[in-house]
């Protein structure tokens, strides 16, 4: 895998090279290929029989360059390894995701937006070959084969390099045939290894931390403390005492200082010693426990909006009211970090002509104008070097753009010579990022005499992560920020009588989505809610589950399928073992449906163990299952950590944590087995990088609550349970 594309060169190298086969798009959908005008190339055959899948999504951890490579490997009929890739050029015009719009990783969309654009293109590819080898053999195209790499048939064989040429010139295939799926010899196949194993394994895998370029200089942000606080003044003079400090330069709009040093060492030594006078008067002064008082108060009031266009507050107050018996609660969740392993990085480098960014970049749709914009260079002259990410839950991704800002920022107040590189400490990332908003919810449920629900009041408060956005448009209607009510205002559950408020909260903090965006909250309280009445009505919590999932919709079928999946392979049906309780939670979000059954020992007071974990998943086709797998248990193992321990909180607007030490990531002892069970499926793939987060943090509160405490104030650890 080559790391030296660029945009210009990229385009330039694989479409006007006569003898590759390059097959992609044109902007209006259509396939095309080489020598035809504004071609987004998706697959490339070189002259010496090289198959290279371009990806047009970043690898963060997630499995991209696994399941995007696979599909062009299943319709070149090629084992994955024989298969290379490459990331695409940042070009919005060209490689924009089909569900957003613009280029970008996000939402669980890889897979899902790419899944026919790259079968396509690798079935055009072979189609093209075999055509070209029928012409040069005099035989029927019908009669060929093509698999790893050689064209078989008529008593010819020979490798595909000796047709690229002809292919090339080769009209292409308006509607080539995909294979069928009972042909499939990648997608779906088990043990498949990951395309970016051995590159981690070996250290040859390039990450943002990794570039060393000659000359290259390191920028350190000094950041104010508060959210709102500007810089009035600093004196360098003890920074300019540290070997390697070179500079010190205010930020615009007094927004910290920019310190330049000869190593990442030097900066943060310098950054340190820097003494700044900050003006506070526009600052956050609230701590947490305030914010959450606040956001409680608005749940306990009448909402700002209607999330549930068509239901009648009055009439559901009504119903819950005349209710057999009415179970309620309230409940918070505090602000997270993302927390990536690789804190944030970003260098950018002068050469002929502009600048090259090198970048695990999400949303290049975003970092490429912001950044040619503060340079004011032509977004020509801007070429972004796409490499690994060592990781993101969405930090990445921020309208904001804000660490290329910070990266801008400190090339254009250098003296554009020399390389570039911003760094943030793990400190930075913890206490100056972007954080998942806090919420508070309240929810009053209403049950007849037979224990069926007859209303369901649901209020939520909070921040708004889109408005002021340039996604506001697309995402709030009527005033309703769909990220902070989803996963419930949508339940895939029946339930009557049900009316969804929503309250706009004060901004604290800057906040950006964090993994599966609002259903961390919202499917925390859904399924702890429908916990809470199944208890109520005596009814077992998967039977009554089941019962709000009887139509004959493919919302309910899919729901209610990874539901029985998890409790049959968890073994529901038999009581759990002595000293130990098991909790549910089934969950649709991105597309995908997930249910987990988690058994754990121990209780509240003592120390609880979760022992197993036990997820079933409909992600309709699973592209590489074990990547699926690894998204899912991953996605476990996030969000039952966050729901576990974690928070960020603020005294006197000042965010109190600092490091893992404070902000602790799940341990692997911490959960002892997670066991995955995928849907088998002939649906069109869906999202899998979120949706295995939101059941778990439910799932353990309900089986918590089936011995114990019911928790519905986080973190666990902060409100009454203890971990062993």
């Not at 071609?39 to 696994?66: C, N, S, W, Y």
């Not at 189609?127 to 070209?132: K, S």
């Not at 209710?323 to 970090?337: G, K, R, S, T």
Request: proline share 6%; net charge negative; charged share 20%.
């Amino acid at each position: 895998m080559g790391y030296d594309t660029t945009r210009r060169g990229f385009l330039a190298s694989a479409t006007a090279t006569a003898a590759a086969l390059v097959v992609g798009f044109t902007p209006r959908g259509t396939l095309a290929a080489t020598g035809e005008g504004n071609l987004t190339p998706f697959v490339k055959i070189t002259p010496d029989g090289r198959m290279i899948a371009i990806l047009k999504h970043f690898e963060m951890g997630q499995g991209t360059t696994t399941g995007l490579t696979a599909l062009i490997a299943e319709e070149l009929n090629a084992d994955l390894d024989l298969v290379e890739f490459e990331f695409a050029p940042s070009d919005n015009s060209r490689y924009a995701n089909t569900l957003m719009g613009a280029q970008g990783t996000g939402g669980s969309t890889a897979i899902a937006n790419s899944y026919l654009q790259y079968r396509k293109a690798g079935a055009a590819a072979r189609e093209m070959l075999v055509a070209a080898a029928a012409t040069e053999w005099g035989v029927d195209a019908a009669t060929l084969t093509l698999e790893n790499g050689v064209i078989s048939g008529g008593g010819n064989s020979a490798p595909i390099a000796d047709f690229v040429a002809a292919a090339a010139g080769l009209a292409v295939p308006e509607e080539p045939a995909l294979k069928d799926p009972a042909d499939f010899r990648v997608i779906g196949q088990a043990g498949l290894k990951r395309r970016d194993t051995g590159g981690k394994i070996d250290g040859s895998a390039l990450f943002g931390m990794d570039i060393q370029l000659p000359g290259q200089i390191v920028a350190a942000v000094l950041r104010p403390p508060r959210l709102g606080a500007r810089l009035d003044s600093f004196d360098a003079a003890a920074a300019a005492q540290v070997p390697g400090f070179i500079d010190a330069k205010a930020r615009p709009e007094g927004a910290g200082v920019i310190v330049y040093a000869r190593n990442t060492w030097a900066a943060f030594q310098a950054r340190d010693a820097i003494a700044a006078n900050w003006d506070f008067s526009a600052a956050e002064s609230r701590s947490s426990a305030q914010i959450r008082e606040e956001l409680l108060a608005r749940v306990n009031a009448a909402p700002d909006y209607n999330a549930t266009p068509g239901s009648d507050a009055a009439a559901v107050a009504e119903a819950i009211a005349g209710a057999a018996q009415v179970v309620e609660a309230e409940f918070y969740f505090p602000n997270l970090a993302h927390a990536p392993m690789e804190p944030l990085n970003c260098t950018i480098e002068p050469v002929e002509g502009g600048v090259v960014v090198h970048d695990g970049c999400q949303f290049p749709a975003i970092a490429h104008p912001t950044i040619a914009a503060i340079l004011q260079l032509d977004p020509a002259q801007v070429q972004i070097n796409t490499i690994y990410a060592g990781g993101s839950f969405g930090r990445r991704a921020n309208p904001a753009a804000d660490y290329h800002v910070e990266a801008a920022q400190a090339f254009a107040l250098s003296d554009r010579s020399a390389p570039v590189k911003l760094v943030w400490s793990r400190e930075d990332d913890i206490r100056g990022g972007y954080y998942r908003p806090a919420f508070a919810h309240k929810v009053r449920v209403g049950l007849d005499a037979a224990g069926a629900i007859v209303g369901w009041e649901h209020r939520i408060a909070g921040q708004s992560i889109f408005k002021g956005t340039a996604f506001e448009a697309f995402v709030v209607k009527d005033g309703v920020d769909h990220s902070s009510v989803e996963g419930v205002a949508d339940t895939p559950y029946a339930i009557p009588g049900m009316h969804v408020g929503l309250s706009d909260a004060a901004p604290s903090v800057t906040v950006l989505w964090w993994r599966s965006v609002g259903h961390t909250h919202t499917a925390y309280v859904m399924e702890s809610m429908m916990d809470m009445a199944a208890r109520a009505a005596g009814r077992d919590p998967v039977e009554f589950r089941l019962a709000h999932l009887s139509g004959d919709s493919a919302d309910h079928a899919r729901m209610a399928g990874v539901l029985r999946l998890a409790a049959e392979r968890a073994g529901w049906d038999q009581p759990a073992p002595e000293g130990r309780s098991r909790g549910v939670a089934v969950h649709k979000s991105f597309g995908s449906y997930v249910a987990e059954v988690v058994e754990i020992s121990g209780d509240a007071e003592s120390g609880v163990r979760v022992e197993k974990v036990t997820c079933a998943v409909d992600c309709g086709l699973a592209i590489t299952p074990d990547v699926v797998r690894a998204q899912v248990e991953g996605g476990v193992g996030y969000g039952m950590g966050a729901v576990m321990r974690n928070q960020i909180t603020l005294e006197s607007g000042e965010v109190v944590q600092t490091n893992f030490w404070d902000y602790e990531p799940l341990r692997i002892q911490d959960i002892g087995a997670i066991e995955v069970h995928i849907v088998p499926s002939a649906e069109a793939p869906s999202g899998i990088g979120e949706p295995g987060t939101p059941p778990a943090g439910p799932a353990l509160a309900n089986a918590i609550a089936a011995r114990g405490p019911r928790v519905t104030m986080l973190p666990m650890s902060e409100n009454g349970v203890s971990f062993a």
